[in-house]
C-alpha cells in the first residue's frame, strides 16, 4: 500500500486513500459500458460465444462490485482500524482484478484463437484505454496498481508470447515498459497528494494551535489589512470591545467594527471618530502606542506593528486600574487631602498655564491669606476641631472667589487665589480687598463657633511677565507685614517692602553675630515694695545696641531671635549675665528673667537653669522666672511639671503679663506659680476706668488667696501708686515712678539709697 519510504503511514492519510479507491464509481459504471459493448461488437462481428460471455462477464463484476460498495458505504469509516481498511482494500482489489483479467484474458482469446483484426484491435484498444483509468482510480494503493494492471497485461503478454512469431514476441516485451509507466504514474501522483494531506493536516494542526493561543490572550487582537479590513480577531478583543458578531468582523473595516458592532451602544458616533482620530497614527505606522479613554473609566492601550504588506496588528489591553490608580497618586500629589484645594506646586502649575493664555498686559492678582491666631483654635479645640476650621474655611474661599478665580492651600492656614481675569488694576484691587473682607466672619464646626479674620498680602503684577516665585516672595513680603503691623488687615505689596526684607535679613545676620560676640547688654529694672523703701527683685531686660542703627528694642530682636530659632541661647546668655550681677547685691536681692515659649517647649531647659546657678553660684531662691500664658498653651501639664521641678529646688515662677493673653484665673490656680505680674495695660487708666480697676482688685484678691504674691507692673506716676497703696493692690510695685531699667551697677548704688531711706524712715517711726 501506499507507504513512503521509512515512513509509517499516518492513519488520517491511510484513511483518505482507501477512501479514494471507492469514490467516483462513474468511472467504474463507464469502463462497464465500453467493455460490454466493445465485447457485445466483437461477438456479432465473429460470433464466438466467449465474446458474449465476457460480455455478462463485465456486466456481473459490475453489478457485485456496487453491492460491495455500498456495504463500504455503510462502515463507520472514521472509527475503522488498520485492519478493517485493509480488508476493504482486498475486496476493492478483488474486484478490480476480477475486471482487467476479463478484459486481458479477452485480448488473448482475439490475439490466439480469433484471429480477426477487428476483434484484436477492440479487445487490445479498450484494455489498454482501461489502464489509463487505473492509474486515475487506484493511485492510492501501489499493490491496486500492480496487481490490476498485471492482471490486464498478463494474459496479453502470454498470449502474444504463444504465438512464437518475433514480431509479437517484441510486441509481448513491450508490454513490460507499459507495466513499468503504468506503476510510476500512479506512485507519482500517490506521493504528490500524499504530501498535500500531510501538509493540509499540518496546518489544520497549526491553525488549531494557532486559534487556542489567539483565545486564551489576555491582550485583544486585531490583524488588519493595508486597507484596514479585519482578517482576525481574537476572543479576547471583541471582550474587551463589547462586539457582537464575531462572524461579521472578518473582512470588515475596522470604523465599521466599532460603529455597528457594539453592543448596547458602548460608543455613539462622535466618540467612535475620537477612537479612530487617536488610532490613525498607530495604523499610519507613526506611533506605536497610545491610550485610548472609553466612557465609564475604561482605558484601553493600543500598540501596534506594521505589517510588511502594509496591514497592521493592533494589540490592546484593558489599563483601567492602571491609570485609574495612577489619577489617584497624581490627586494625592495635586490635591491637599484635608481641603481639597490644589497644593502649593500643583496650584503653580494650573496658574502657570491659566496666565500663559490670553493678553500678556492684563493685570493679574495673587492674594496670600493666613488665619489670624490659627494655632489658638488648635491649642484651645484640638487639631481635629482645627483640621475641620480649615475645611470650611477652604470651602468659603473657594465660594467667594467665584469660578474666574484659581485657590489652593500653601501649607498650614495658608491660603493663595489667583485672578486672571480682570482688565483693571483699580477693579482687580477692589476684588482681593473685597474678598479679604468676606473671609472676616463666624465659622461654626462641631458646634463651636469661631471669629476668624485673616491677614492678607497681595501683589499686581502683568500676565506678561508673571513669575510665580517672583509674587510669592512679595505676597509674602506683604503678608508679613499685615502679621506684623496689621493683623488681619491687607497689605498690597510695595517695592520698599523688597527693601525690608532684604533689611531684615542683615538685622538677622547682625544679631546672631552680636550674640556670638556676647555684645548684647543686660539692665534691670527694680521691683519695689509699694512704699519705695526696698527692692526685692530685678527684672533683666535684655539690650541690643546696634553699631550702625543705634539701639534696636527688645520687641524687635526677640522675635528676630525667635524667627532664628536662637532665643535659647537669648535666656541662656541673659540668664547667665543676670546671676553674675545678682551675686554683687545684698543678699535678700532677687533676679527675675524673661523666658520665652521657645524655652519652654525645650525639654532640657531645666536641667541648664540648674547648671548656670551651679556655675554662678547664685542660689536658686535668689532666681525669679518669668513665663508668659502662651507658654502654657501647647502642653500644660509638661510644662508645670518642668516649672515645679525647677520651684523644688527654690527658685520662684511668675506669670507676667497676666491679663493680656487668655487670662483664664484658672491657670492660677493649676500652675506651680508663686508670683502674678499684673500687665501695665491695668494700670494705665486706672483712674478713669472704673471697670478694670475693679477687675485688677478682683484679680489680686484672687492670687492672694491662691498664695500667690502680687506684681503691679507699668505704674508711672504717682497718682497711679497712690491708688493702689490705698487699696493695697499690690506687695510690689514695677515702672517708671521708682525706676527705669539700668545698669547693674546702678541698681547697687539704688538699693544703698533704699536702705538708708528705710532707716531713717525707721527712725522717724520709731518712739521718741
Ligand atoms: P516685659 O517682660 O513686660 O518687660 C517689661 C517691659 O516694660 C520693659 O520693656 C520695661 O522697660 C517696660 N516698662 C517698665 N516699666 C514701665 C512703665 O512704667 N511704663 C512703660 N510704658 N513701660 C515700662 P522692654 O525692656 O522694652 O522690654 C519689652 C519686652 O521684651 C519685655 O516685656 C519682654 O517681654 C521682652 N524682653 C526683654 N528682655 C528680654 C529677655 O532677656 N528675654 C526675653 N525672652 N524677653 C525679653
Ligand atoms: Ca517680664
Ligand atoms: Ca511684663
Redesign the pocket.
Known sequence: MIRPRHKPLPKGVYHSFVRSLYENRATLLIGMISHAVTFLLVYTRVNDPFFLIATFAVIAIFLVRMVDMRGFDRIDLSGADDVTLRLWEDRYLLGGLCVTMTCGVACAYAVVVTHDAFAELACISVTVASMISIVGRNYGSSRAVAILTAGACGPIFFGLLSLGDFYMSVLAALMIPLVITTWQMAKGVREFLYRNVIAATEIATIADRFDTALNNMTHGLFMLDAQGRVLVANRRATDLLNLDWTAGLKDSHLEVVLKYGMRHSFLDGDQVRQVLRQLAPLLEGLETRTLVPFPDDFYLEFSASRRPDGGTVLIFEDVSARILAERKILNMVRYDALTGLPTRAYFSELVEATIGQGDPDRPVGFLIMDVVDFKHVNDMRGHIVGDQVLVVVAERLRALAGEGAAVGRLMGDEFVVLFADETDRAALDGRMRSLHQQMRGTYTVNGFTFLLTMSAGSVMTAAGTFSFEDVQIKADLALFESKNRNRGGFTAFEETMDEQYVDRQKLKADFQQALEASALAVVY?PMMTPDGLRIECC????RWTHPERGPV???VF?RVAEEMGL?GD??AF?LRRACTDCLDWPDEMAVS????VADLRNPGFAAKVVQILEETGLPARRLHL?VTEGGFIEDPVKVGTMLQELRARGVSIAI??FGTGYSSLSYLDTLPLDLVKVD?SFVRNIREDARRFNLLRGVVQLSRELGLRVIV????TADQLDLLRSHHCADLI????FAR?MPASEVLKLAFVAESKRAIAARKSAPA
Not at 528673667?593 to 520665652?596: A, D, Q
Open positions: 529694672q527684672e533683666a531686660l535684655a528694642g527688645p520687641a526677640i532665643v537669648v535666656t541673659v528673667v524673661n523666658l520665652s518669668e507676667d503679663d501695665r507692673e507699668g505704674v508711672e514695677q515702672g517708671y515712678v531699667p
